[in-house]
């Protein structure tokens, strides 16, 4: 790394004021502090908050606590394909099966943000925001593995410019570019990314049965061996009774991962250890994590007690919801964005709970829709100013209240 540096200050005066490459040095500026750290320090004068965390480590940390739920997110693309098609693997074989299916996904998606914020970097003249590093591992890891890369490039473009670079960039942003990238998929391309569809498999020349049909994990016939339902989706669409559910997934299979879904939702052992990577370092507040799974707990058994005959999704027990579908990967990495979320102590428990409660509303009461992570969130990332705003209200009004006792 040292010629690396001593190649940037050799060609750093070409950049500077008076040099050839003057109009690019916002440019230069932005892959120098992406590379390296500067060794600027705060005024001596004024107050200031020091501190070793900047934002580049910052974001850095969340894509390391992101890399568990990526690495099994490509074995579990393998393990799937092959399980579809009834063959024989290793986890060799699965792994860079997947690896080959999902690389392209992160790939196509750091490309198509980072190159969008380089434009607006040259125009604003500024050095780049790191904001974008975590955008660019997330995105992929909340979509199917079958989505067209062409649709992936132009929902993350989409994320940056509406929903950063409107707002004024990072840390002004509004809503989870992340979460804004998967709902213009939604919104845009329903049949590519509608909630209870994953892809399984590409065939790749692998045989088919007599009948030229393959069959899923479910007993599901799949034609072409390119798409099925996702868990949740067998739930929700459950007219009877979850029996039928139950005897082809297990709580086991759920908590491990090795199940239908997007990429990085499905293991919640991964999950976990991403979490476990955020609290250490202090990145992420436990306290939406907590009171998101509380809040999704209790709308579960509040379903549970309400639960008839002509909604039997109602019946699912409150914990399969807190590891089905990308209710876990959704409170760890999305709802406790520092920049989104809320930011008083008090108003994270409520943020919290309610990104829970709400999104298992969501999930089981809208027949359209089996997951409802998505839509939770970002509907509390809108009401979350207006959560700390009260909360510092009533922190004023008692202070007041003592001061005139």
Same mark, same amino acid.
């Given at each position: 790394?040292?010629?690396? %540096?001593?190649?940037?200050?050799? &060609? @750093?005066? +070409?950049?500077?004021?008076? #040099?050839? =490459?003057?109009?690019? *040095?916002? !440019? ?88 969008? %914020?380089?434009?607006?970097?040259? &125009? @604003?003249? +500024?050095?780049?925001?790191? #904001?974008? =590093?975590?955008?660019? *591992?997330? !995105? ?266």
């Amino acid at each position: 790394m040292k010629f690396l %540096e001593n190649y940037i200050e050799k &060609i @750093k005066p +070409k950049f500077e004021k008076g #040099g050839k =490459l003057e109009k690019w *040095m916002s !440019i230069f500026e932005s892959f120098e502090t992406f590379l390296f750290v500067l060794g600027n320090t705060t005024p001596k004068k004024g107050a200031h908050i020091r501190d070793a965390m900047d934002s580049k480590r910052l974001m850095s940390v969340v894509v390391i606590a992101a890399i568990p739920a990526l690495l099994f997110g490509m074995w579990n693309v393998g393990f799937q394909h092959y399980m579809s098609i009834a063959e024989q693997f290793t986890f060799l074989e699965a792994f860079g099966y997947g690896a080959i299916q999902v690389l392209p996904l992160v790939i196509v998606a750091y490309a198509a943000g980072l190159g969008t %914020e380089f434009l607006f970097v040259f &125009i @604003k003249g +500024k050095e780049i925001e790191e #904001g974008f =590093l975590v955008s660019g *591992m997330l !995105i992929p890891l909340i979509v199917p593995v079958d989505i067209p890369l062409w649709m992936l490039a132009t929902a993350t473009i989409f994320a940056v410019i509406i929903g950063k670079e409107v707002f004024g960039g990072t840390g002004m942003n509004i809503v989870n570019p992340a979460l804004l990238a998967r709902a213009f998929l939604f919104f845009a391309y329903p049949s590519k990314i509608s909630g209870d569809k994953v892809w399984i498999s590409g065939l790749d020349g692998s045989t088919a049965d007599a009948a030229g049909k393959f069959t899923n994990a479910y007993g599901d016939k799949i034609v072409d061996g390119f798409s099925g339902a996702t868990p949740l989706a067998h739930a929700a669409s459950a007219t009877e009774n979850l029996d039928a559910f139950h005897s082809q997934i297990s709580v086991f299979d759920m908590f491990i991962g090795w199940i239908p879904g997007s990429i990085g939702e499905t293991s919640v052992l991964m999950i976990l250890i991403g979490a476990a990577i955020l609290l250490f370092t202090g990145v992420a507040s436990w306290k939406i994590m907590l009171s998101g799974v509380v809040g999704g707990a209790v709308m579960g058994l509040l379903l549970n007690t309400f639960a008839t005959d002509t909604n039997v999704y109602m019946s699912l027990p409150f914990y399969e919801h807190l590891m089905l579908g990308g209710f876990a990967f959704g409170l760890v990495f999305m709802a406790t964005d520092p920049v989104t979320a809320a930011q008083t102590e008090k108003g994270k428990w409520i943020y919290g709970f309610l990104v829970g409660f709400i999104a298992i509303l969501i999930r089981v009461l809208n027949p359209a829709y089996p997951e409802g992570v998505m839509l939770a969130i970002l509907l509390m990332n809108v009401f979350a100013p207006l959560i700390d705003h009260y909360v510092i209200r009533g922190n004023v009004k008692k202070r007041l209240k003592r001061i005139k006792a």
